[in-house]
T-cell receptor
Framework: AQTVTQSQPEMSVQEAETVTLSCTYD???????LFWYKQPPSRQMILVIR??????QNATENRFSVNFQKAAKSFSLKISDSQLGDAAMYFC??????????????FGTGTRLTIIP | DAGITQSPRHKVTETGTPVTLRCHQT?????MYWYRQDPGHGLRLIHY???????DKGEVSDGYSVSRSKTEDFLLTLESATSSQTSVYFC????????????FGPGTRLLVL
């Protein structure tokens, strides 16, 4: 079974600085997606960024970028120029690509990010 | 933002009572999912649907049932609520199951006393 591990339960960063959140996963499959979701205090789950495993290029979305290391099964999220609105719980998630179309998201346990003004 | 609503947003109930949570979407997406979120576990899949009247179990389906009579609505029922079902419940949708990102509703906080 696939597992997703986020080894940093909490992290903090000074406003305007850069922070990297770690995620590792375990799978024997070769075709899958990886996601970072953000959950602010409102509890809404918001997609931050998505990476297709078959793409070597790391995904970027404005201040958010990933470092995807497929061989190492590592998928870290880098947040540049941290803002107060980035404060949230961040979840890493894995989704297998299959022919059945029913594959669930497997989530890590989350990293709570605090932004220090 | 994807058009997903959940009702109720908050509910307190007693052990042994039936509870139904509703997820409603306006995106006409085929796939709908119910997850629960608990501390230390992230989100875990309860049930999902891949079409009207087509549903299947997830990893934590015991004690839950679902129904989907219309594309836009996916109901989650706790037949006899237990304290272990106290959780935050999220509905998610995706256009297809293979390629598409899942988008989440705002969540329902359920407390079973």
């Amino acid at each position: 079974a696939q597992t997703v591990t986020q080894s940093q339960p909490e992290m903090s960063v000074q406003e305007a600085e850069t922070v990297t959140l770690s995620c590792t996963y375990d799978t024997s499959e070769s075709d899958y997606y990886l996601f970072w979701y953000k959950q602010p205090p409102s509890r809404q789950m918001i997609l931050v960024i998505r990476q297709e495993a078959y793409k070597q290029q790391n995904a970027t979305e404005n201040r958010f970028s990933v470092n995807f290391q497929k061989a190492a099964k590592s998928f870290s999220l880098k947040i540049s120029d941290s803002q107060l609105g980035d404060a949230a719980m961040y979840f890493c998630a894995y989704k297998l690509i299959s022919n059945f179309g029913n594959e669930k998201l497997t989530f890590g346990t989350g990293t709570r990010l605090t932004i220090i003004p | 933002d994807a058009g997903i609503t959940q009702s109720p947003r908050h509910k307190v109930t007693e052990t042994g009572t039936p509870v139904t949570l509703r997820c409603h979407q306006t995106e006409n997406h085929r796939y709908m999912y119910w997850y629960r979120q608990d501390p230390g576990h992230g989100l875990r899949l309860i049930h999902y649907s891949y079409g009207v009247k087509d549903t299947d179990k997830g990893e934590v389906s015991d004690g839950y049932s679902v129904s989907r009579s219309k594309t836009e609505d996916f109901l989650l029922t706790l037949e006899s609520a237990t304290s272990s079902q106290t959780s935050v419940y999220f509905c998610a949708i995706s256009e297809s199951g293979t390629q598409e990102t899942q988008y989440f509703g705002p969540g329902t906080r359920l407390l079973v006393l």
